[in-house]
């Protein structure tokens, strides 16, 4: 069965550079939620979108943007890294936001920032 | 603040014996969710069990659901040495908000 994609899977930037994450939900799937993994820690909500609009709001420095196209694939762009933006970022994707399924999730990108 | 909470925050066992996790967490919710990770890479959905639930089993897995107590358990019977993994239990308050992670157990099952 089809998963959830995410592209790349690993990314190298300078700091002050810009980078940009996609995440693919699975089929029909219509809710995308982005996460952040720092070393150690637990998953970080960042942002989360149904229909193509943004539903909810976490942790996300105004750095980040996101958005979800019309094809429900959505992209997370990063920019004036840090080195703390260094992570593993997850995708997940639901239907429904949730509220008959359960959310899967990308294999994630791992950020490097040097 | 957390949401969900973990404990134990790491669990050494012996392959066969059975593992206990626990979750607690702080407000009402709509369903919460279990989760592995081996380490640096995905979270694999486990297994999700709404409010209105109380346990629920799949293969080597039991999750039970107190919400008067607000918390968890995640049973894995047998172990295995592939168990080997973090596990995270997520909580959604609502349908349509986001899934709230807790710190994790780091789970290890010796051969």
């Known amino acids: 069965a089809a998963g959830v994609i995410q592209s790349p899977r690993h990314l190298i930037k300078e700091k002050r550079e810009t980078a940009t994450l996609k995440c693919y939900p699975i089929?029909?799937?219509?809710?995308v939620y982005w996460y952040q993994q720092g070393p150690g820690q637990d998953p970080q909500f960042l942002i989360s979108?149904?229909?193509?609009?943004?539903?909810d709001k976490g942790s996300i420095p105004d750095r980040f943007s996101a958005q979800q196209f019309s094809d429900y694939h959505s992209e997370l762009n990063m920019s004036s890294l840090e080195l703390g933006d260094s992570a593993l970022y997850f995708c997940?994707?639901?239907?429904?936001?949730?509220?008959?399924?359960?959310?899967?999730f990308g294999q994630g990108t791992r950020l490097t920032v040097v | 603040s957390q949401q969900g909470e973990e404990d134990p925050q790491a669990l050494s066992i012996q392959e066969g014996e059975n593992a206990t996790m626990n979750c607690s967490y702080k407000t009402s919710i709509n369903n919460l969710q279990w989760y592995r990770q081996n380490s640096g890479r995905g979270l694999v959905h486990l297994i999700l069990?709404?409010?209105?639930?109380r346990e629920k089993h799949s293969g080597r897995l039991r999750v039970t659901l107190d919400t008067s107590k607000k918390s968890s358990s995640l049973l894995i019977t047998a172990s295995r040495a592939a168990d080997t993994a973090s596990y995270f239990c997520a909580t959604a308050l609502n349908y349509g908000q986001n899934f709230v992670f807790g710190p994790g157990t780091r789970l290890s099952v010796l051969p």
């Open positions: 069990i709404r409010s209105n639930e």
């Open positions: 997940a994707s639901s239907f429904d936001r949730g509220r008959t399924t359960e959310a899967f």
């Open positions: 979108f149904y229909e193509k609009m943004q539903s």
């Open positions: 089929p029909r799937h219509d809710t």
